[in-house]
């Protein structure tokens, strides 16, 4: 098959065309945003065609963008033409899966006979176990399935002499010297004084608040004053608590905690359970510690939650979409359980939302447990440091190229809107004169709003020579902020490394070097960690009585006007503020210096946004489905805060092509295994694809990392050799993909000892694989147990008969990821630059190992999320080839133009081809559909030996076809008169 952008292909290789020695060459830009409005104005009235005449202002751009990108995507024409040998075995493959059409036919006349509609879309599955659970989620709502739950006898009867048992051991504890030293600790605690209030609250109302400030310890007294006051009172029998949290690592060392204060070993009346591993505590008379995402689980089982007497939702203040969704399900549940308790227990005194929408329950407030922090702000900060910022870049005399226009005007907005609120709080400074003018005017510099290392660097030398010993923590955006500040105290020498031990901390570092961070220096050093977010919540540094706040985070944000995710740095809430400060204020009195002017915190939001505002909804809506709760908009339109309505109808769009939904927004089959499975639908679609096609271990890697975290790590200093590392990996298959699945694949096929060597030599996190290889075999169970899989083995012969198929590996992952594909555009010394029809240019992020490519077998890229921060970034991606796109666009089209056909896919790559080419494409495409779904609605291995074998080989081949074994000629693309260096300087 060959391709190309003309009439007559043009010679070379894309890279001696792409490369670094021809980042010169002129090329075509997507967009206006390459130029300013007047010179795309300029320009096409010099060719004659200039916009209509009523267009003002930015209408005029938007004309040039939309003339541009339409151009672009012209452009992107190729010529197909299959090879002979090729086209013939795609024509058998059709020939052979005739028979596969004939079990999948319809009978149309019964589609208007019976009264159920669902049951006659259905015909073609046999009747099966498969086939009644299916539609009876289809049928079901939540109405019934709560009936149904309460008719059912409950799982907790009371059970006299097992209420005795309970008694009687928990009165032997109270001899027990253990036990003993434990209350001693507990009864220090701010909550263990409100026990005889929070008790009561709970005993006469089915809903309470409990709003408790960091360190009171409401996490691990509430459940354990419950269980205490029903076992004594001879309900043990029917007491069963579950207790919610937002992190796996949190419910596991809460409930280790919880189960050492009550002198017992984690299973006995303490237990947990998360995704991948659980210690069960008994069935009643015990505490359950589990994630959010898990009692979602248990609700597709058990809708009224019969098997629990309580149920405790921590940290709700976060305000996680799994937590929301909670919270929104367990309004229905409390009005058919009575005997139900609600404990919401929240870190801030945002209480009175969570009050309100449960019709004003009760609210029960516990003060913290910290020492007094003394709080500076950056005024306090440049008095002490004497600082000084660069000067203003809008009184530089930069302003006389065009290019820079558009630039300008949004940093002037910006500074304006600095100004409005500066102004008259420098004003009123001066007034009191409590600073020098000095401080004012750097007060009033617009770059006092920007992230300074400088500064903070000079702070943390102020700390470390004035003040007294203690360890200082900074919080920083993200992960380049914490290098480059680390780089800089290296660099400076104020830092030697017998005075002082500096922690870099980020969530994608090693676990084995975050848990460095909490071990006390040696005297007369000082430990200084450089942190993100994490530092917030998550852990907690005994040793700290300094913070410094940057006053920025990083949060991932989902714009819905241009279906992008965003992770750009912005100001933190009044909340995270407060979680900041706090860490300061463990062990003694401590000092929080905040990096912005008070006047600027008055502008701050009270608390972050919450996360289903701000993240896609794929997975929250095939909940919606699969807990059968009707209409997706209807039921978010009943959450605290709904989301954009926009945002519902992209996710819903994106299930629609994954085939998840179909267009009366009920499951597909496909969409049914997909809710079943605790991923991603893009990463579900993937796995059982794999199993379909024998390569599951690969595929289960790669999965397993994007689902969770990639288990590449950069250590300061590094970057350079850990890349080549991760370069090898790939197997030089233009895939991060692939080198995901490699490093898994290396780690598990190792000797223990060795891996620990092996993880060091290719900057490998042991425990992220140990991990992500537990999550293979999880796949693998429910793969099993959902018939695709003949057992649970991620590394049987028989489900990897085509593991080392990287071609396979590649287009499985692409019709997973599907519509997420890139056009690669041009290579530049500063990395890949490529092209979406959505965003016109974006960037490949520098982890990829894309980026770092100097030429590519095809211009095709697949990629997992493309997100907004100093550019369009796109993370994780692999080249894939022309055939593999056909194969994974399920949505394409085909139509006849001046004698030949056109195949478009909607990512805009359009093919061109013979009629009787595009005819055997079609065809295969219907075979390889069909095939999919039959084996999806009738769950089962596949039998290679036969003739679903036939048609999956015939795919295997097409797409493992190498460009120069097919007949690729090469290709080109059309070139305007502007160079790269405008393209880049735009």
């Known amino acids: 098959m060959s391709y190309s952008y003309g009439s007559k292909p043009s010679r070379g290789s894309f890279g001696s065309r792409f490369g670094r020695e021809n980042e010169q060459s002129q090329w075509s830009q997507q967009s206006n945003s390459s130029m300013s409005t007047a010179q795309h104005h300029g320009r096409s009235r010099g060719r004659g065609g200039g916009h209509p005449s009523w267009l003002k202002g930015k209408e005029i751009g938007l004309y040039y963008r939309d003339k541009g990108l339409k151009k672009a995507k012209k452009r992107e024409t190729r010529i197909i033409k299959l090879m002979p040998s090729v086209e013939q075995r795609m024509r058998i493959a059709v020939e052979n899966s005739k028979g596969l059409s004939n079990k999948l036919c319809k009978d149309e006349t019964k589609n208007n006979s019976t009264n159920n509609e669902l049951e006659d879309k259905y015909t073609h599955i046999h009747d099966s176990q498969f086939k009644r659970k299916f539609l009876k989620i289809l049928s079901g709502n939540i109405e019934d399935n709560l009936t149904k739950a309460m008719s059912v006898k409950s799982r907790l009867e009371r059970d006299p002499s097992y209420d005795k048992i309970l008694l009687d051991e928990f009165n032997g504890k109270l001899s027990s010297s253990e036990y003993k030293a434990m209350q001693v600790f507990r009864k220090k605690l701010p909550a263990y004084e409100k026990k005889a209030d929070i008790l009561d609250l709970i005993k006469h109302n089915q809903v309470v608040v409990i709003s408790g400030e960091t360190g009171c310890g409401k996490t691990t007294q509430v459940a354990q004053f419950i269980l205490d ?93 799994e937590s929301d969704f909670i919270i929104t399900l367990l309004k229905q549940i409390i009005p058919l359980r009575s005997d139900l308790k609600v404990i919401l227990m929240s870190a801030t005194l945002n209480s009175e939302r969570f009050s309100k929408y449960y019709n004003d329950c009760p609210i029960i407030y516990i003060p913290g447990f910290t020492y007094p922090v003394e709080e500076f702000y950056l005024e306090d900060v440049l008095l002490a440091t004497g600082f000084r910022f660069p000067e203003n870049p809008l009184a530089e005399k930069q302003l006389g190229f065009r290019k820079h226009q558009k630039k300008y005007k949004q940093q002037q907005e910006k500074n304006d809107h600095f100004l409005d609120f500066i102004n008259p709080y420098t004003r009123q400074l001066m007034l009191e004169k409590k600073y020098p003018k000095l401080v004012i005017d750097q007060l009033r510099n617009p770059n006092s709003e920007n992230l300074s ?208 939904l179909d267009n009366d927004e009920h499951l597909t089959p496909l969409g049914y295994h997909l809710a079943q499975l605790p991923l991603d639908p893009r990463t579900g679609k993937m796995i059982i694809w794999a199993a379909l096609f024998s390569c599951i271990d690969p595929v289960f890697a790669i999965a397993a990392s994007l689902t969770f975290k990639d288990a590449f790590y950069c250590p300061l200093g590094k970057e350079h050799e850990a890349m080549n590392k991760k370069l090898e990996l790939s197997m030089w298959q233009y895939s991060d993909h692939i080198a995901l699945a490699e ?21 490998l996190s042991f425990n992220t694989l140990k991990l992500l290889s537990e999550m293979k075999r999880q796949f693998a169970q429910h793969l099993y147990e959902m018939k695709f899989l003949d057992n649970d083995n991620p590394n049987d012969e028989r489900a990897n008969r085509n593991s080392d198929n990287m071609a396979l590996v590649k287009a499985i992952v692409c019709a997973g990821l599907y519509p997420n594909i890139a056009t690669i555009k041009s290579v530049t010394k500063h990395g890949v630059l490529a092209w979406t029809p959505e965003d016109g240019r974006v960037k490949l992020h520098p982890s990829s190992v894309n980026d770092k490519m100097k030429d590519f077998p095809s211009p095709f890229l697949t990629y997992f999320t493309k997100q907004r921060s100093t550019a369009i970034y796109l993370h994780d991606t692999s080249c894939v080839t022309a055939p593999i796109l056909l194969f994974a666009g399920s949505d394409s089209s085909i139509r006849r133009e001046k004698g030949k056909c056109v195949i478009t896919l909607n990512t805009s790559q359009t093919f061109i081809c013979e009629t009787k080419t595009a005819e055997v494409i079609q065809d295969l495409r219907q075979a390889i559909n069909n095939l999919l779904e039959y084996k999806i609605s009738h769950p089962g291995t596949i039998h290679w030996d036969g003739q679903e074998g036939q048609i999956l080989n015939a795919i295997i081949e097409l797409v493992s076809q190498k460009d120069e074994e097919m007949g690729f000629g090469e290709w080109s693309d059309e070139r305007d008169e502007h160079s790269h260096d405008q393209y880049e300087n735009t």
């Open 229 to 321: 006051s029903e076992v004594e009172a001879g309900n043990g029998s029917v007491t069963r608590i579950i207790c919610t949290q937002p992190r796996r690592i949190s419910a596991i060392s809460v409930a280790e905690r919880v189960a050492a204060e009550r002198a017992e070993r984690l299973g006995k009346s303490v237990g947990f359970q998360i995704r991948l591993e659980k210690v069960p505590a008994r069935d009643r008379g015990s505490i359950l510690f589990c994630t959010t995402g898990m009692l979602l689980q248990f609700m597709q089982s058990d809708a009224a939650l019969t098997g629990f007497s309580h149920i405790i939702l921590d940290e709700i203040h976060e305000r996680s979409t």
């Open 453 to 660: 290392l400088e500064l903070i660097e000079e702070l943390i030398n102020y700390i470390s020579t004035t003040k007294e010993p203690g360890a200082i923590l900074v919080f920083l955006p993200g992960m380049m902020d914490i290098v480059k500040l680390n780089r800089m105290m290296l660099d400076c020498g104020r830092y030697p490394s017998n005075r002082y031990i500096v922690y870099p901390l980020h969530s994608r570092m090693p676990t084995v070097d975050q848990r460095l961070i909490f071990k006390e220096p040696p005297n007369g050093v000082r430990k200084i960690i450089i942190a993100t977010s994490i530092a917030e919540t998550s852990i907690t540094i005994e040793d700290v009585v300094y913070v410094i706040d940057c006053g920025k985070t990083k949060l991932s944000r989902f714009d819905v006007d241009k279906n992008m995710e965003t992770l750009e740095p912005e100001w933190v809430a009044l909340a995270n503020a407060k979680q900041r400060r706090g860490r300061a204020g463990r062990v003694k009195a401590g000092c929080c210096y905040h990096l912005y002017s008070k006047a600027r915190e008055v502008t701050f939001d009270a608390y972050p946004l919450p996360e289903m505002l701000r993240t896609r909804l794929e997975e929250v809506i095939l909940q919606i489905k699969i807990l059968q709760l009707g209409k997706t908009k209807e039921f978010l339109a009943s959450v605290m805060d709904p989301p954009n309505m926009k945002a519902i109808d992209l996710s819903l769009d994106l299930l629609r092509t994954l085939n998840a």
């Open 743 to 763: 490093a898994l694949r290396r780690f598990e096929t190792g000797y223990k000892r060795a891996n620990f060597n092996f993880c060091r030599e290719y900057f």
